[in-house]
């Protein structure tokens, strides 16, 4: 759990009274400057704990809060006082101008959490825990106490990896598109996408919507092992909704079946009931599929429009794709590596390989901070300090060949980081063939601090893929 402060972005850390000048009004400020014996009396901490006691004991209570919810004939009463929650919320200050018993009427998760809620609109600080961050939303957002609906935002924004059993990540964006909170609807679906594979085998992947199903399978960010996977995964995904014949097909319809072996494809066409129970609408999809396996990349595309998210391959970690790379103690020096990947994933291009050099330097330094030699007679040299330089990686080809024509080359390079006890990717970094390099690679780690996010056990770990595009040399035929 996390403790949110008044402003809903930190924790209450002081432990006791103290003297000094910090965090201090400037009106106060002004008043001590000029005066080094001066000294601010801070009692702060009281106050707050004289505020739960208030809370607590009712000692002065003027207004009365009764909480019921349909399930239960008994209501929860709080004897509160009118100022403080009308400081921290215009709702009760309008519901508590005429009349000091409201009865308030709240669902079993929202009523739960009551108590905690109105804690905080005494004392600027709660504790919440992973499965309570919707309904204490729900409450910020009703009664209009808007540093803690930000405060629990951000909570929900830096937890998605937290580790839960039923998975939370799923249902979070689906309350952020029903809120409207398109900051936390493009968080959670970002992470979504860069670490579906954890998710295809969670049991949260059942409670996907038929939306964020559809909105996931037109990205071609996608972090999995191969599309086969995720057809495997949208193929249970459908057997247990059971949706309309026209919801299954657009699913079915976005399948990259290109990006299957035809092997692969022999067997689903053989076995998989999804497939068979709606093969009419997918069948030039696999009758293409089976060409594009069969002919020359270069002459598939006389004939057909290689320029879609079809001949697109999304991020795929098997082996043929690319390779992992961990760089131990990354900041001492530079260091690289080499390796191969198929030239494509056309059948016909099986047997072809691209052998690709990658150079990785802890402190590049760009020309505009190097050091200029001066030939007047002091010769002096402005210092470089080490953290002038930035990360860098470079990404080349070994080779050239005539088969790379009508290809380029996508390269895309995941930084796998640890939160909350997990492996998962932080960034995904992608350039074309026409840059070798990546322009902003880890332009804001700092790899010289051990501790630092980006390092797992003091080292960088990195998966290099490689995605080839496809172009039409001819316009298409209509």
């Not at 001066?38 to 209570?61: C, D, K, P, V």
């Not at 309570?132 to 106490?145: D, E, F, G, N, T």
Request: net charge positive; with cysteine.
């Amino acid at each position: 759990s996390r403790r949110l402060g008044r402003d809903g972005r930190g924790s209450w850390t002081s432990r006791g009274a103290a003297l000094g000048r910090s965090h201090l009004p400037p009106a106060q400020k002004a008043d001590l400057s000029g005066d080094a014996s001066a000294a601010t009396i801070n009692h702060s901490l009281t106050l707050l704990q004289r505020l739960q006691e208030l809370l607590q004991n009712g000692n002065g209570s003027d207004s009365v809060l009764r909480v019921r919810t349909a399930a239960s004939d008994e209501a929860k009463v709080f004897h509160t006082h009118q100022l403080l929650l009308s400081l921290q919320s215009e709702v009760f200050e309008s519901l508590l101008r005429n009349q000091s018993v409201v009865t308030l009427h709240e669902p079993p998760e929202t009523a739960a959490l009551f108590e905690k809620f109105i804690r905080y609109l005494y004392c600027g600080g709660v504790s919440i825990l992973l499965h309570q961050a919707i309904p204490m939303h729900q409450l910020a957002s009703k009664y209009r106490v808007w540093g803690l609906q930000r405060g629990v935002a951000d909570y929900m924004k830096t937890h998605l990896a937290s580790e839960s059993s039923q998975g939370h990540v799923v249902g979070w964006y689906h309350y952020a598109v029903r809120v409207g909170d398109a900051a936390l609807q493009e968080t959670c679906l970002q992470f979504l996408a860069w670490n579906l594979s954890a998710v295809l085998g969670s049991a949260e992947w059942g409670s996907v919507s038929v939306e964020l199903l559809l909105l996931l399978l037109e990205r071609s960010d996608l972090v999995l092992h191969s599309e086969l996977e995720l057809y495997t995964a949208v193929e249970g995904w459908l057997s247990r909704r059971q949706p309309e014949a026209p919801v299954a097909e657009r699913v079915l319809r976005a399948i990259r079946y290109p990006m299957i072996a035809p092997s692969q494809l022999f067997r689903l066409q053989a076995q998989s009931a999804v497939l068979a129970r709606h093969y009419g609408a997918v069948q030039d999809l696999l009758f293409q599929a089976f060409q594009f396996h069969a002919a020359s990349p270069l002459h598939f595309a006389k004939y057909f429009d290689v320029n879609c998210s079809m001949f697109l391959p999304r991020n795929y970690l098997a082996p043929s794709w690319g390779s992992q790379w961990v760089i131990n103690n990354p900041a001492r020096d530079d260091r690289s590596t080499s390796f191969q990947t198929q030239l494509g994933p056309s059948s016909h291009d099986a047997g072809k390989r691209v052998t690709w050099n990658v150079l990785f330097s802890p402190r590049w330094l760009p020309v505009s901070l190097r050091p200029v030699y001066s030939d007047s007679a002091s010769g002096a040299v402005q210092p470089v300090r080490i953290e002038d330089g930035r990360p860098r990686l470079v990404i080349t080809p070994a080779m050239s060949s005539p088969d790379f024509a009508g290809v380029s080359f996508q390269k895309t390079v995941l930084v796998g980081v640890r939160q909350q006890g997990r492996v998962l990717v932080k960034h995904a970094y992608s350039f074309h063939q026409s840059s070798e390099e990546v322009a902003d690679f880890l332009a804001h780690a700092d790899l010289q601090k051990r501790t630092s996010e980006y390092l797992i056990d003091n080292s960088l770990h990195l998966h290099i893929i490689i995605k080839p595009i496809y172009h039409s040399l001819i316009k298409v035929k209509k």
